[in-house]
């Protein structure tokens, strides 16, 4: 399988159209920038433990979903050349290594461009899930179980959310690459939502970005998998594959496609 180039604006989009949803406006030069500690590395070790976990990433279309500048995509596809990613944000994948370019789609997740029961996995790394409507993050598991063929596998990289929910710092401000980051983080009914203030130290301008994500324990993110032919294979609580305890940093499920 080869995605034709150039792929990248194709899914839908009409050019010029206002920009609304928190995710549309966040993920940009300053998110690269503010998040340039979750790295290479970290994908590289993250990739390696999934590969182990769940070897059918090796084989088949995966799909790299929410692939950013296609850190983990990367890595993958030195062991799966038919691995590809999509993404919303043209500037994240505008960064990506240029080798990787006919093997990226720009689109909206809600919205994916594959055919039912062809995908051999789909990742989700570093929270991509949660960003919408409850209905539509719904909708969207049982779409991504949808696309997996038969024992498909889903590696689903989530917060550990009532680690979140118990550590959860109110307001902090930091200074990174240039940039004064003021964070206001509050749990406003079942989304953690944080509301910074970024101001360029260099300049003075300031803007504000917001994050809102929808928090789901691991039991009803369980539920909402079995709904959609997925079943838990695994529970990791590190990228290098620690078992998930209730200090863990992450809760990393692999599922796969029962039926
Ligand atoms: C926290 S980042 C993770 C990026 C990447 N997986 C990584 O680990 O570096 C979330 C990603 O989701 C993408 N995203 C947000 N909303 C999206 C949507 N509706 N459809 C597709 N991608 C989306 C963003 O552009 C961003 O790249």
Redesign the pocket.
């Given at each position: 399988m080869r995605l034709e180039a150039p792929p990248l604006d194709t899914l839908g989009f009409s050019e010029g159209a206002v920009l609304t949803e928190w995710?549309?406006a966040w993920?940009d030069e300053d998110y690269a920038l503010l998040y340039s500690h979750?790295d290479e590395e970290e994908?590289r070790v993250a990739v390696g433990r999934a590969l182990r976990v769940a070897p059918e990433l090796q084989e088949g279309p995966v799909l790299?979903?929410?692939?950013?500048?296609g850190?983990?995509l990367e890595i993958l596809r030195r062991a799966n050349p038919l691995a590809f990613g999509?993404?919303?944000?043209r500037t994240?994948l505008g960064m990506a290594p240029g080798g990787l370019r006919p093997w990226l789609l720009r689109?909206?997740?809600?919205r994916l461009p594959v055919k039912a029961g062809v995908l051999s996995g789909i990742c989700l790394?570093?929270?991509?899930f949660g960003?919408f409507s409850d209905e539509e993050n719904r909708a969207l598991l049982l779409d991504l179980g949808g696309l997996l063929r038969h024992q498909g596998v889903l590696v689903m990289d989530y917060v550990n959310v009532e680690l979140l929910a118990r550590t959860l710092i109110p307001e902090d401000t930091v200074e990174h690459s240039g940039i004064r980051v003021r964070s206001l983080r509050s749990i406003e009914g079942d989304r953690l939502v944080k509301r910074m203030e970024l101001t360029r130290l260099a300049t003075g301008e300031a803007r504000e970005v917001l994050e809102s994500v929808r928090l789901y324990p691991p039991r009803e993110l369980q539920e909402m998998a079995v709904r959609a032919g997925l079943r838990l294979r695994r529970v990791m609580g590190t990228y290098a594959g620690a078992s998930f305890t209730e200090d863990s940093p992450r809760w990393i499920g692999v599922f796969e496609k029962a039926w």
């Open positions: 995710f549309e993920f979750r994908a790299d979903l929410a692939c950013g500048a850190r983990h999509l993404d919303l944000s994240l689109g909206d997740m809600r790394w570093f929270t991509p960003y």
